[in-house]
């Protein structure tokens, strides 16, 4: 079946703008992460959905960055007034429960914020 | 905070030897461990993972990691390499108590030579 799919696979930004990435996780998957992955650097966990509730953002660095899951399927992650730090490789993960399962992952989307 | 140490940054080994990347985590209460291994182009892909029960678990292609609660370690072996295992693996724990969200190690670059 299909898997985690993300869009767009590249972003350019310039500094201050807005934007938007997307992910359709796995059909049928309850639990959705998101990561950030700077160069050269392993995958920092961001945010976690279980259906359209977002119970952990611990890992999001600032208040421009804003995840929803409305409908418990689709997500889309969403960066305000973009800063260059803000390049990276954004991951986005689904499983089916939480307690072990694996964690299947999308492409990513790498930003990068000139 | 959780934390996940891999120790090598790169592994250069020649094809047919042995290889082991070392991974060590930051606590003793109840974990899940992971390996992903992300070839080049590629998306992470889990390689192998321990819940519970016996602590060797292996991979369909030749992997086997070994989780040692009492040095906090989750090292990954293969005893013959091949140029196809050329790749960045990463190493990551969840907590039982935390959810299901991933911590990952820095990633090990593997380089098999022929």
């Known amino acids: 079946g299909a898997g985690v799919s993300q869009s767009p696979r590249y972003k350019v930004a310039k500094r201050g703008q807005d934007v938007a990435l997307r992910c359709d996780p796995i059909?049928?998957?309850?639990?959705l992460f998101w990561y950030q992955q700077a160069l050269g650097q392993g995958p920092e966990f961001l945010t976690y959905f279980q259906n359209e509730a977002q119970l952990d953002k611990s890992g999001l660095p600032s208040d421009r960055f804003f995840a929803e899951r409305p409908e418990g399927s689709v997500s889309t992650l969403k960066i305000q007034r973009t800063q260059q730090e803000d390049s990276a490789v954004y991951l986005c993960?689904?499983?089916?429960?939480?307690?072990?399962?694996?964690?299947?992952f999308g492409p990513g989307t790498r930003l990068t914020v000139l | 905070a959780q934390s996940v140490t891999q120790l090598d940054s790169q592994v250069p080994v020649f094809e047919e030897a042995p290889v082991e990347l070392r991974c060590n985590y930051s606590?003793?209460?109840?974990?899940?461990l992971f390996w992903y291994v992300q070839y080049p182009n590629q998306g992470l892909q889990l390689l192998l993972k321990?819940?519970?029960?016996?602590?060797l678990v292996e991979s369909i292609n030749g992997f086997e990691a070994e989780f040692n609660k009492s040095q906090t370690s989750f090292h990954l072996r293969k005893p013959s390499v091949h140029i196809s295992d050329t790749a960045e693996y990463f190493c990551?724990?969840?907590?039982?108590?935390?959810?299901?969200?991933?911590?990952f190690g820095g990633g090990t670059r593997v380089l098999v030579k022929p």
């Open positions: 993960a689904s499983s089916l429960e939480i307690a072990g399962d694996t964690q299947y």
């Open positions: 606590s003793s209460v109840s974990v899940y």
């Open positions: 321990y819940l519970s029960g016996s602590t």
């Open positions: 990551a724990v969840s907590y039982k108590a935390a959810g299901n969200k991933l911590t």
């Open positions: 059909s049928g998957h309850v639990s």
